[in-house]
């Protein structure tokens, strides 16, 4: 079964300052995707950037990309320019492309965005 | 501009008492899944249902039932609620079951068992 595994429960950034949250998986497919999701204190959780694992080229939206690292296994999120809006939890999330799977999330970051 | 709605956002039960969790959406997505999330946990997957075509996965208690009476509402049934399953329960949607396609969450309802 896939595993994600999110190594640091809390983070921490000043405004306007770059983050890194990481994320490993592990799978022993080659054809799937991966997702980050951020869950705002009291709302919804949202998608910010998803990833297929059969393009090499890492995905970005706006001041969030990625560094995938496929034969690591690895999704790593990069916030650039925090803002105040960004503190979250984020949870990374990987789904086979065989059949119908669920999504498997990690544990989750939280982060906080500090003045 | 609500496209997932869940009512209510907190519910408080009885040990035993059974609870039902209400779930709408306004995307007209053939898809409404139900996830548990317990405190500092990830969620984790209960059910969906692909329009009318209910799916449960193999660890969910029988304790959870779901019902989908239309395409935008969906139930979760608590029968008998125990302090264990004390959590925020999520409801989600998405277009089909494609392995890309987002999911669009609810706000989600905490449920406490005293």
């Known amino acids: 079964a896939q595993t994600v595994t999110q190594s640091q429960p809390e983070m921490s950034v000043q405004e306007a300052e770059t983050v890194t949250l990481s994320c490993t998986y592990d799978t022993s497919e080659s054809d799937y995707y991966l997702f980050w999701y951020k869950q705002p204190p009291s709302r919804q959780m949202i998608l910010v950037i998803r990833?297929?694992?059969?393009?090499?080229q890492n995905a970005t939206e706006n001041r969030f990309s990625v560094n995938f690292q496929k034969a690591a296994k690895s999704f790593s999120l990069k916030i650039s320019d925090s803002q105040l809006g960004d503190a979250a939890m984020y949870f990374c999330?990987?789904?086979?492309?065989?059949?119908?799977?669920?999504?498997?999330f990690g544990k989750g970051t939280r982060l906080s965005v500090i003045a | 501009d609500a496209m997932v709605i869940q009512n209510p956002r907190y519910q408080v039960t009885q040990f035993g008492k059974p609870v039902t969790l209400s779930c709408s959406q306004t995307l007209n997505h053939n898809v409404m899944y139900w996830y548990q999330q317990k405190s500092s946990q990830a969620p984790k997957l209960l059910f969906h249902y692909y329009d009318k075509d209910f799916n449960n996965e193999a660890d969910t208690p029988d304790n959870f039932q779901s019902r989908r009476p239309n395409t935008s509402f969906c139930f979760l049934d608590i029968r008998s609620p125990g302090l264990g399953d004390a959590a925020m329960y999520l409801c989600a949607t998405s277009r089909d079951r494609s392995e890309q396609e987002t999911q669009y969450f609810g706000p989600g309802t905490r449920l406490l068992v005293l």
């Open positions: 999330a990987y789904r086979s492309s065989w059949g119908n799977t669920p999504l498997v």
């Open positions: 990833q297929e694992a059969y393009k090499q």
